[in-house]
Each structure stands twice: as C-alpha cells, then as structure tokens.
C-alpha cells in the first residue's frame, strides 16, 4: 500500500520556524520526485519545493526561497521541509506529493502542477501568526 505521511505541522510565531516529514512507503523511492505543496483557505493549491532523490536536484517557488530548504533521507524514504522566517502568508494545510520520474523525465518544468503527481499525503497544518 502507497502511503505518505506528513508531520511536523503546528501553530508558530512569525519568524519562527517549523520542519515538516513526510514519511514514504509501499514504492520505490528513488523512482519519484517528492513535491511539497500548500493550500490555503479558499485560495488553489500552491506547489512549494520539490526534490529528486536519485539527482538531489531542489526546487522552490520565488515566495519561499531563501527560508525553506527541502532535503531527502534515502536511507529512510523521507523528505524534510524546513521552514524558516515564516510568515503569516505561509499558513496553509502542506502536502506532500510524489511524481513518477519515467513519466516526467524533466520533471522540474512540471513540478508545481499538482495533476502530475499520482500520490499525496493527508496534510499538515501550518499556521503562523503574526
């Protein structure tokens, strides 16, 4: 069974920081790019950052770079986003998503579309306040 698992979400003080897991199993890791995305209330889902195990290769949408890092744990099929200087625009439930890399072999032309990903976690609630 394919799961991803999301954790670390929380409430938070502007500037502060967070880091969120989302934990992978039941496919081959290093087959799928994962995504980091974020919806907020009444607003569309926004793709954040996405890396790719077999290439380490990140990428991250202009609102958060500079203060989020993403980074892969192959060892424990897990991706981290660390949030740094968070602000209260960056409240939002994030999910974690994977993209299949022998579908989109230049994935990162297609990473913040959310139609290309075939599996998401249940999400994690960020919020900061200011």
């Known amino acids: 069974e394919v799961q991803l698992v999301e954790s670390g979400g929380g409430l938070v003080q502007a500037g502060g920081s967070l880091r969120l897991s989302c934990a992978a199993s039941?496919?081959?890791?290093?087959?799928?790019?994962i995504g980091w995305f974020r919806q907020a209330p009444g607003k569309e889902r926004e793709g954040v950052s996405c890396?790719?195990?077999?290439?380490?290769?990140?990428y991250y949408t202009d609102s958060v770079k500079g203060r989020f890092t993403i980074s892969s744990d192959t060892a424990k099929n897990t991706v981290y986003l660390q949030m740094n200087s968070l602000k209260p625009e960056d409240t939002a439930v994030y999910y974690c998503?994977?993209?299949?890399?022998?579908?989109?072999?230049?994935?990162?032309?297609?990473?913040?579309?959310?139609?290309?990903?075939?599996?998401w976690g249940q999400g994690t609630q960020v919020t900061v306040s200011s």
């Open positions: 039941g496919f081959t890791f290093a087959d799928y790019a």
């Open positions: 998503a994977a993209l299949s890399l022998a579908k989109y072999h230049s994935y990162w032309y297609y990473y913040a579309n959310w139609y290309v990903y075939d599996y």
């Open positions: 890396i790719s195990s077999p290439d380490g290769n990140a």
